[in-house]
């Protein structure tokens, strides 16, 4: 049996809407599917606006540029996460700032505190696999007093908020809640990625979700970044295009990153049913995992709910206790010769070609690797049947008995 990694939903709900485009709208460029999806966003997450992009990396770039930071302004993320946490602050000349991460992967608030520096503009949770980091505590961090007073704000909307920007990296969480909030509106922005991997998918593709405290007016701010997103440019082609709507004007050095029409009708098939259909049975996928694995105790079970956390289900992260990254390495080998896609989430940063080549060190972030080099992620996507999990279960429990990590798989482990 083949069953890859990961599979983006495409079926005749998705074809009728790119269909619709196509034919009816004959719209390609950010118009009317773009503007339901944002309106779809709106009603999943109950934020006042939500803005399609073309892709995270680049929504958190414009939102970063939105904050006006730029050169010489640290940006705190966790190490253990996707590369593009990183880059889009280095992209706009900001220093990533790494911390270590909490045994759930999730960013430790602790070791944000020890790196806040007067530097500090921004901070960027990463809500890994779909798991809500620690919201509360995030949020009272910035806002005490020691940390508003470190803070120095170089302009006018540094000034209005006067701490540090929460841009949460919501790239996995579309459906988490937090104390029974949707994800997308635990921070100030969020922002979710439509990558072709994630829960929901336009191929490529983001939603900047915003949050924005008092006094700040997330619609007036929907409004600017419409065109921040568009070259500055305040009409897209979808107003110019009505009748007498030539004349525009460019208010702001912008980016291009608007979400085009054609890839919003993906998405907005899916995120129709997404609360309804997608996420219930995301849901069953990894409980039954869960239920299998529970029964082994060399299986370390990713986080998935607690009393005030519940999971999306983006992926499914287990850890195999005891086995270091060669044994994890070749269990990977086996599972992979039985046909099913495996995939490790992540190879920390601090591992990478670029990140050396910058001074990081993998050694600074112990628990980062710890949790890395036992890491094996399952598939978990929508039509992958019961049948198939089960599957994939036999592989993993066959291949990690193939390897023979017996002996110092109890005790060490963890
Ligand atoms: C996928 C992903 C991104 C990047 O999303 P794009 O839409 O591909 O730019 C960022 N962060 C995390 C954690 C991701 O998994």
């Known amino acids: 049996m083949h069953i890859p990694f990961s599979l983006p939903v495409i079926d005749a709900d998705v074809i009728h809407e790119v269909n619709d485009c196509l034919t009816n709208t004959g719209w390609l460029t950010t118009g009317p599917k773009v503007r339901q999806l944002e309106e779809e966003f709106k009603k999943l997450t109950g934020v006042e606006a939500a803005l399609c992009v073309n892709s995270w990396t680049s929504g958190a770039m414009l939102m970063l540029r939105w904050f006006d930071i730029g050169p010489g302004d640290e940006v705190i993320i966790p190490a253990y996460t996707y590369s593009a946490t990183a880059l889009c602050a280095m992209n706009i000349g900001a220093i990533p700032v790494m911390v270590d991460v909490k045994d759930d992967f999730n960013i430790d608030v602790e070791k944000i505190r020890a790196a806040i520096t007067p ?173 299998a694995f529970s029964k082994h105790d060399w299986a370390i079970l990713p986080p998935y709910r607690n009393a005030i956390k519940e999971s999306c289900g983006h992926l499914y992260l287990l850890r195999i206790a005891g086995v270091d990254e ?64 089960a599957y994939v279960i036999d592989a993993v429990v066959g291949s990690y008995e193939a390897v023979g990590c017996f002996p110092i798989a109890i005790g060490i482990g963890g």
């Open 326 to 389: 060669e044994q994890r390495d070749e269990i990977i080998r086996l599972i992979s010769e039985t046909g099913v896609g495996v995939n490790v989430h992540y190879i920390p940063m601090a591992m990478l070609t670029l990140f050396k080549e910058k001074g990081y060190r993998i050694s600074d972030y112990p628990n980062t690797y710890k949790l890395y080099a036992n890491e094996i992620s399952l598939p978990i996507y929508n039509g992958l049947t019961e049948d198939k999990v």
């Open 119 to 291: 530097r500090t503009k921004a901070i960027m949770p990463v809500d890994i696999g779909g798991y809500p980091c620690d919201y509360d505590e995030i949020m009272a961090l910035v806002n005490e007093p020691s940390v508003r007073a470190m803070f120095q704000p170089a302009t006018d909307r540094q000034k209005v908020l006067g701490r540090p920007l929460v841009l949460v990296d919501a790239a996995h969480s579309i459906g988490a809640t937090y104390k029974g909030r949707p994800a997308g509106t635990l921070a100030d922005v969020s922002i979710f990625s439509l990558h072709s991997v994630k829960n929901v998918t336009t191929g490529e593709g983001g939603c900047i979700c915003l949050s924005l405290p008092h006094p700040f007016d997330n619609k007036a701010e929907y409004q600017f970044l419409k065109a921040f997103a568009l070259n500055g440019q305040n009409k897209s082609a979808f107003e110019k295009n009505q009748a007498g709507g030539w004349r525009y004007d460019i208010i702001a050095q912008g980016l291009k990153v608007n979400m085009p029409d054609i890839c919003a009708a993906i998405g907005l098939a899916q995120i129709r049913k997404y609360a309804s259909e997608l996420l219930p049975e995301r849901k069953r996928i990894f409980e039954q995992y869960n239920a």
